[in-house]
């Protein structure tokens, strides 16, 4: 690992982050009522034009099948043939069938094998040549704010994302259309025991900030100058006790206005903002 550069204390269960201070060619489509987000045959479904678009353009991800309107395919006309992928035709109803016809699929399906995943090595040294924080969910269950993290993830450079194997959404379907790409840009590792790869980070000479709405430091403080993990709990529970005892600090996000707490998605992305303006300073 470089040796300079930059991917819980005793306390109860938390539950904010901030405070108020200061048909065609091809096979047919797949079988009615197979939902993409709840296949059995370990492929994932992507849908929504971003989501689907992020696959393509990733070599490392394995497509196994492409389902597009004709007007999907014209908008994606040049990723596809760059990819080589043969297109299977629907219609946008064939695709209401498969993914239920609340989804916003925007004409456009593909099943995909699962990205292999980091290990904890890859992702601290990718943290270390960016400059840039690993963001830890804690038990977050919900894909939309998952995606929504991903997203922020994505856009204010952070190195990784890492959740447990159990307690979190699958990488695909809904997660993967809120990430709008994401997925395909920033690396998820999965883990068994989310205090022990905590403390492998310490070791690795990380400092854990802890996002708490009832801590007294601020996040606007931090000089984000080490290499850093943010580290943010569930909706409504917040940080679990013991991923919050093993954190180096506890810190809110300063609020102002009447609300004085923001969900996981929206603190992630003050969170990550922070530590990026930090950075370029």
């Not at 497509?63 to 043969?86: C, S």
């Not at 064939?94 to 609340?102: A, H, K, M, V």
């Not at 400092?207 to 290499?227: K, M, N, P, Y």
Request: aromatic content about 2%; charged content about 25%; hydrophobic content about 45%.
């Amino acid at each position: 690992m470089p040796k300079d550069g930059q991917q819980t204390w005793k306390t109860r269960e938390r539950s904010s982050y901030g405070r108020n201070k200061g048909a065609g060619r091809g096979r047919p489509p797949a079988r009615a009522g197979a939902r993409a987000q709840e296949a059995e045959d370990g492929l994932v479904r992507l849908f929504g034009s971003h989501a689907v678009e992020a696959a393509l353009r990733n070599p490392q991800r394995r497509v196994k099948r492409l389902l597009a309107t004709e007007n999907a395919e014209k908008r994606l006309a040049d990723v596809i043939a760059a990819r080589g992928v043969e297109i299977d035709r629907a219609t946008p109803l064939d695709l209401d069938r498969i993914l239920g016809p609340d989804t916003v699929h925007q004409g456009l399906l593909l099943e995909a094998e699962p990205l292999p995943l980091p290990v904890l090595d890859d992702l601290a040294e990718r943290a270390y040549e960016l400059g840039a924080p690993i963001v830890i969910l804690d038990h977050v269950t919900d894909p939309h704010n998952v995606g929504a993290v991903l997203r922020s993830a994505a856009a204010f450079g952070a190195a990784g994302l890492i959740m447990t194997q159990r307690h979190s959404p699958p990488l695909n379907g809904v997660l993967a259309k809120s990430a709008s790409g994401a997925l395909d840009l920033v690396p998820v590792l999965l883990v068994q025991n989310l205090a022990r790869t905590m403390l492998e980070l310490r070791q690795k000479r990380f400092v854990l900030l802890g996002l708490d709405g009832t801590a007294e430091a601020r996040i606007e403080d931090e000089s984000f100058g080490q290499a850093t993990v943010i580290v943010l709990g569930a909706e409504g529970k917040g940080l679990r006790e013991l991923t919050a005892e093993t954190c180096d600090r506890l810190v809110r996000i300063t609020t102002a206005g009447p609300l004085a707490s923001l969900n996981v998605s929206n603190a992630a992305a003050v969170a990550l903002h922070t530590a990026a303006v930090c950075r370029v300073k």
